[in-house]
């Protein structure tokens, strides 16, 4: 781990579900931090719980018991509300399928988190601009993600996880939909920005290849989180 400040840290998380009168234990005591400025790789089986995991740490689910951290700061005590408003501030996500808005344009998508939180719409699309730009997509701000590839598209899944400037960006197979060549360009703009803008990242991936090619490796196995 490195010496900056804890983007995000997991101690002692649980999560049980009552399934048909059965107890199912997802999470049985999970710890972790991840530092600002680093780039976590979190593997494990299918079904080993990544997937509740990411959004325990995204402040999308509820842990049974346990601590959440997120930017240095304890979520529990914070109702429906804070937690809307921490996300929408600190954490950015990537998902498999890039989950854009197919009505909205390239630059759109990446405008909207922003005017959710409150930004100008004129500083709003300069943002966007320039995050197209980085992620080598400024000459198609106007495609609607029809209009795209699946790598392009992916890349503009990225700049809109970043448009509110998180400490934390959490993805969940963020190149597991894509050919290898374009996973492998992905991933190159995901790790440049990463170190550019020094968040913490936690990447959940089925890729060895590429979760080995980060700063750490952690492995989720029966309901805990284990240093790789």
Do not use: W
């Not at 400040?5 to 005591?29: C, N, W, Y």
């Not at 990537?94 to 988190?113: G, S």
């Not at 991933?187 to 090619?213: P, S």
Request: charged share 25%.
């Amino acid at each position: 781990m490195n010496d900056g400040p804890t983007a995000l840290r997991l101690i002692k998380v649980t999560r049980v579900f009552d399934q048909s009168g059965e107890t199912l234990e997802i999470l049985r005591g999970a710890d972790c931090a991840v530092s600002a400025g680093e780039l976590v790789a979190l593997v494990g089986p299918s079904g080993a719980g990544k997937s509740t995991l990411l959004h325990i740490a995204g402040l999308l689910e509820r842990p049974t018991s346990g601590s959440v951290e997120i930017a240095g700061l304890e979520v529990g005590d914070l109702n429906d509300s804070g937690r809307t408003s921490l996300r929408r501030k600190t954490i950015g996500f990537v998902y498999q399928f890039h989950r854009l808005l197919p009505e909205f344009n390239a630059l759109e998508n990446i405008v909207v988190p922003q005017m959710i939180a409150g930004v100008s719409r004129k500083a709003a699309g300069e943002r966007a601009q320039a995050l197209l730009e980085r992620v080598g997509l400024g000459a198609r701000a106007t495609h609607r993600p029809g209009k795209l590839s699946g790598g392009e598209q992916q890349r503009v899944a990225i700049a809109r996880a970043l448009a509110n400037a998180p400490a934390l960006l959490l993805a969940d197979e963020p190149t597991g939909n894509l050919d290898p060549k374009t996973a492998e360009g992905v991933f190159a703009v995901l790790r440049e920005l990463i170190a550019e803008t020094k968040l913490g990242a936690l990447i959940a991936t089925h890729n060895l290849d590429l979760a080995r090619r980060m700063d750490r490796v952690i492995e989720l196995k029966d309901g805990l989180l284990i240093d790789g």
